[in-house]
Every structure is written in C-alpha cells, then in structure tokens.
C-alpha cells in the first residue's frame, strides 16, 4: 500500500525522539495484519497503558498498535520467528471489484486454480528458492534454503487466495512463486515446471516464464514465534490491549 510508507516512518521518527532503540522491518509496499517489532526502553515501565495510548495518539490512522506487552530479553521480532504466513489474493473475472482494486489483483483470464494447486505442492517442504528471489541490498548473505510447511489455493467466487507458510523467505520469494502459479492456472505453462525451476538455482531461468506480480496483493497474515521466547518475565507490567472508555451502554475503544 503506498499510503502506509508514511505511517512507518513515523514509526521511527518517534521511536528515535524517545531515545529508544528499535527494530522495526519495514515492507514496503506490501500490506500486513501482524507485524511485530521490539524495543528496548531505558528504564522499567510500571504501566504500559499510557505509552500504548501515546503511541496510537501520535500515529497516523492507517497504523495501529492493538498491544504492548513486556518480554524475556531472549525475545527478537525477527530472530525469534518460527514461520510466517503470507496471503496473496486474486480477482478471476473480467471486470474488477472497485472493493478488492487495493487488496488483490486482477486477473481476466479464467485460471485454472486445479492445476495452480498441483503446481503449488512442488513448493511445499525444503529447498533453495535462489531462482525465485530478487536481489536485495539488505540481505547480505541470505540462506536461501527455505522450509514450506504449506501451500494453499483456495478458491471464493471470483477471488483466488494463496496461502503460504514457510520457516523464512526470500526478497519478493512470495510475489515470484505466484506469478509463476498464474502461468500455471493460465495453462501457459506445465505444473511440473516449478521443480524444474527450482533445480535450475537462478532467477534468469524464472524470467523466461514470468515476472513478479504487482504487491497490493500481498499480506503478511501470521507471524509465529519459537514459544520459549514468549513468556513474560518476572515482576513486569501488565500486556497493554488499549483502553476502553463506556458510553452510555456502548463501549468504545480508545487508541
């Protein structure tokens, strides 16, 4: 989403004015449900209501903090990661939903979704996805090896959804597997082709099929964590999930 890159710069200019040290990984243009980021304060908090409260005040509308919650120092949002789940969704008819046109993309021709399912088993288990990544200045060294535990294709009327979960990913892996998923469900290419693909270790031989599809489909929906890592530790403050103020017999939440 465009509109979101603002909203997370933000996020930073004012984790930096409070001195705090951050790690917040920033998607751009892609969307997500249950981003999570660590901070480490200068000093203990009794309360975390009045900084869960302060951070969603100064945040702009389209982001916001559902909880705060203290955590073992063993505890990193992104080394502490046991998988993620991606979804990317897909309009199948000829004229496009003015309201899925931000959240999915859309896709004229009828797709095969049988052969698009068959095609996306080949993913599932471990390999190395180097022909599907792009190259990214941030990953250095990246271990290309990469575990999925599954691969879904769902079918709701017109819309498509993929469902992907995996121990890690690759710079735009998930866009990648899916444009070449729509090849497949266009019956422009073979099932089988995907762990030809995959064998052949270079993002060239990809190219020849096809190209990343466009991020607004995209969505981070589940970021799971290794469990020793999620315990609270002793003596700390309360998890923070906001405030609710009563109107009338209406309650109303205040972020």
């Known amino acids: 989403m465009q509109e979101f890159m603002p909203g997370v710069r933000s996020v930073l200019i004012i984790t930096k004015s409070w001195k705090f040290k951050t790690l917040i990984?920033?998607?751009?243009?892609?969307?997500?449900?249950?981003?999570?980021?660590?901070?480490?304060?200068?000093?203990?908090?009794?309360?975390?209501?009045?900084?869960?409260?302060?951070?969603?005040?100064?945040?702009?509308?389209?982001?916001?903090?559902?909880?705060?919650?203290?955590?073992?120092?063993?505890?990193?949002?992104?080394?502490?990661?046991?998988?993620?789940?991606?979804?990317?969704?897909?309009?199948?008819?000829?004229?496009?939903?003015?309201?899925?046109?931000?959240?999915?993309?859309?896709?004229?021709?009828?797709?095969?979704?049988?052969?698009?399912?068959?095609?996306?088993?080949?993913?599932?288990?471990?390999?190395?996805?180097?022909?599907?990544?792009?190259?990214?200045?941030?990953?250095?060294?990246?271990?290309?090896?990469?575990?999925?535990?599954?691969?879904?294709?769902?079918?709701?009327?017109?819309?498509?959804?993929?469902?992907?979960?995996?121990?890690?990913?690759?710079?735009?892996q998930v866009r990648n597997m899916v444009a070449l998923l729509l090849q497949v469900g266009r019956e422009a290419v073979p099932p089988d082709i995907v762990p030809r693909i995959l064998g052949s270790r270079d993002r060239k031989e990809l190219a020849k099929y096809s190209l990343s599809v466009p991020p607004h489909g995209l969505c981070l929906l589940v970021v799971k964590y290794n469990e020793e890592h999620l315990g609270l530790p002793p003596g700390g403050p309360e998890t923070s999930f906001g405030r609710n103020h009563s109107i009338s017999k209406c309650k109303l939440p205040s972020f």
Do not use: C, W
């Open 25 to 172: 990984k920033k998607l751009i243009n892609d969307d997500f449900s249950s981003q999570v980021a660590h901070f480490i304060t200068p000093f203990n908090y009794d309360n975390l209501k009045g900084v869960h409260k302060a951070l969603n005040g100064l945040l702009p509308s389209d982001i916001r903090v559902r909880e705060i919650s203290s955590t073992v120092p063993e505890f990193h949002a992104r080394f502490s990661v046991k998988s993620k789940i991606y979804h990317y969704k897909i309009y199948n008819d000829t004229i496009m939903d003015p309201f899925h046109r931000n959240y999915a993309y859309h896709s004229i021709y009828k797709l095969n979704v049988a052969t698009m399912r068959d095609a996306a088993r080949h993913f599932v288990g471990k390999h190395d996805f180097s022909a599907f990544a792009n190259t990214s200045r941030n990953d250095r060294v990246p271990n290309p090896v990469k575990n999925i535990f599954h691969f879904n294709v769902n079918e709701m009327g017109p819309l498509v959804q993929l469902e992907v979960e995996g121990s890690g990913f690759l710079y735009r």
